[in-house]
Structure formats: structure tokens, C-alpha cells
């Protein structure tokens, strides 16, 4: 029986019949991306005690080209505050969850993240999250861009280190978060491009 793989000869014909710009530029994209896989960074703990919300011109220009259109504005965005939802959200993940809005100022330096639970919990009161990564726990109500800065940076390093994240009330456990893939996924972009745009990763 005949191999028919990747490397068939069909296909290497295929490619040897190609113009030689064109073979040059697939060699060189296939360059690109395994020299982009090899060096690619890699992700670093946040550390939340430093809290900064200044980004820089090279980071909004990195946010606004490229980022931007994985996000929708929001429609509770009020000049000059922008408030950006990553586009692949659905709201019966968010019910159910912890999520995350950038929040950035149209023509100003910083950028804030904005953590809120989902409208499951909305019932109930005294809420607080406990990271297995992190002796303290932080509380969810009365917050302040500091508090949600902490949130953010320990649930992302809560990420990378692979530990999980509770909802609690009082000594009572909730459910872990962010337990569904997807969801899990969601959080991590966002967290990300905001850490990326304030210069923390």
C-alpha cells in the first residue's frame, strides 16, 4: 500500500513547482515559526504586591494593533473609559465564574482590570476567594483597582503554577473556579494581554 503522508511525492513536487520567491518564502515562515516556538517567552508570576497600572507606548501600540480585536467595548463604557470583553465569552460561562475586563482610558497611560462574579452568586453575601498558591485570601466586596489588581496577578500566577482557586463563604466552599476548560481559557488571555499592557509579563 502507498504512503501518502506529508512528505509524499505529490507533495514535494507540488512545492518543487512553485516559483522560487514563493518557496523562499515558505522556507523562510517555517524559520519564522520554529525560531518563534524555541524563543518564545515564558510566562512569569505576577508578583501582586507591586501594583502598577502605567503602561507604555510600545504596550498600548501592541494592545490597540493586535489585541484589540479579540475584544468587544462593552456597552456600559462611558468616555473616556473603555471597558474591553474578550469576544469568545458567553454569558453561561460567566454566570457561573470569575471574570475579568480591561479597562483602559482612551487617551491616558494607565489600565486597570476589573474581576467580578458571575450572577449565580449574586445571592449571596460575606464572599471571598481562597488560592491554594497563596496563604491569604482576598474578599469580594467593597473592592478598589488595588484589590482587583491582587485578584488578578494571584489568579494568574494561581495559573501558571498549576493551583486551584476556591469561592468561599466564610468556611464554607463554594466551588472551585474556573474547574471547566473554556472558562479557565477565557481568563487566561485576558490576564495576559492586561499583565502584557501594563509591563508585568
Known amino acids: 500500500m502507498p504512503y501518502h503522508g506529508f512528505l509524499d511525492v505529490k507533495w514535494w513536487l507540488r512545492y518543487k513547482s512553485l516559483p522560487i520567491l514563493w518557496r523562499w518564502f515558505l522556507q523562510f515562515l517555517a524559520l519564522m515559526l520554529i525560531i518563534a516556538f524555541i524563543f518564545a517567552p515564558k510566562k512569569r508570576p505576577i508578583d501582586y504586591t507591586e501594583i502598577s497600572f502605567e503602561s507604555s507606548a510600545n504596550s498600548r501600540l501592541y494592545f490597540h494593533n493586535v489585541r484589540s480585536f479579540f475584544y468587544r467595548i462593552d456597552t456600559r463604557s462611558k468616555a473616556p473609559m473603555l471597558i474591553?470583553?474578550?469576544?469568545?465569552?458567553?454569558?453561561?460561562?460567566?454566570?457561573?465564574?470569575?471574570?475579568?475586563?480591561?479597562?483602559?482610558?482612551?487617551?491616558?497611560?494607565?489600565?486597570?482590570?476589573?474581576?467580578?462574579?458571575?450572577?449565580?452568586?449574586?445571592?449571596?453575601?460575606?464572599?471571598?476567594?481562597?488560592?491554594?498558591?497563596?496563604?491569604?485570601?482576598?474578599?469580594?466586596?467593597?473592592?478598589?483597582?488595588?484589590?482587583?489588581?491582587?485578584?488578578?496577578?494571584?489568579?494568574?500566577?494561581?495559573?501558571?503554577?498549576?493551583?486551584?482557586?476556591?469561592?468561599?463563604?466564610?468556611?464554607?466552599?463554594?466551588?472551585?473556579?474556573?474547574?471547566?476548560?473554556?472558562?479557565?481559557?477565557?481568563?487566561?488571555?485576558?490576564?495576559?494581554?492586561?499583565?502584557?499592557?501594563?509591563?508585568?509579563?
Do not use: C, W
Open 84 to 201: 474591553h470583553q474578550l469576544k469568545r465569552r458567553v454569558p453561561e460561562r460567566d454566570s457561573i465564574n470569575l471574570y475579568f475586563d480591561i479597562i483602559r482610558q482612551s487617551a491616558g497611560d494607565e489600565a486597570f482590570i476589573f474581576s467580578q462574579l458571575g450572577n449565580h452568586f449574586k445571592h449571596l453575601d460575606s464572599l471571598s476567594l481562597q488560592f491554594s498558591a497563596f496563604a491569604d485570601r482576598e474578599e469580594l466586596s467593597n473592592l478598589r483597582n488595588e484589590d482587583h489588581f491582587r485578584i488578578a496577578a494571584k489568579t494568574y500566577t494561581s495559573f501558571i503554577k498549576e493551583e486551584p482557586i476556591f469561592l468561599m463563604r466564610g468556611s464554607d466552599t463554594i466551588q472551585e473556579l474556573f474547574s471547566e476548560g473554556a472558562a479557565f481559557i477565557d481568563a487566561e488571555i485576558t490576564l495576559e494581554d492586561y499583565f502584557k499592557l501594563v509591563q508585568k509579563n
